[in-house]
């Protein structure tokens, strides 16, 4: 790949390059990930692309093998079982913290369905689904609770992925189903209380789960 960015950049290049294969299903799950073929591919030298490696791999979408291969994370449903309770147990939470900041400004999240709604790809969709959920762990106020939530994000946006493409081969409805599904969210928090934005919130997750027979 010519015109490679400046030295100084050339590791947030690398990763924010093989982040997005990753995420977006074009680096599949269990694929090698050569450090040098990438450093060649890429016209840099091995050193930012294991920069790189390291920052995915403390992200969940990379791992190491004993010998020091690098490859693409393939979760297992042992792992979406984990993701999933984290989810549960922290997103509900945060809708009832954000409630009273979101009933007074959704500017964010009305505009962020805006844009999904005119979203032209999958892949943009998963991006903004994600976006929308931090929207409200970051209205919560609780720092921790956001810092939490943003651990397992790489995790999360790869499952998610996989999710969205899966089920739009099958009903094409991925985009309107996530705009409407967040509509609503957004409805609530202007109209109802603290605990019935956790009620929905909790529901909304628990739908997340539905989508894994599809895979």
Known sequence: MKNAPALSSRSEYAINLMRRRIIDGQSEPGSLLAEVAVARELGMSRVPVREALFLLERDGLVEFSETGRAFVKDLSPQDFEELFTLRLALEPLAARLAAPQLK??????EKNISITQRAKSVKDVTR?????????LDASGNT???KLWQSMRGEME????RLHR???LQTQGTLSETADAHAAIVNCFKTQTPAACER???EHILGWREWLPLL
């Open 104 to 109: 007074k400004d959704a500017s964010l999240l």
């Open 128 to 136: 903004l689904d994600l976006e929308f959920h931090e929207i409200i």
């Open 144 to 146: 921790r609770l956001l």
């Open 158 to 161: 790869l499952w998610l992925g």
């Open 166 to 168: 899966s089920h739009h």
């Open 200 to 202: 929905l919130m909790r």
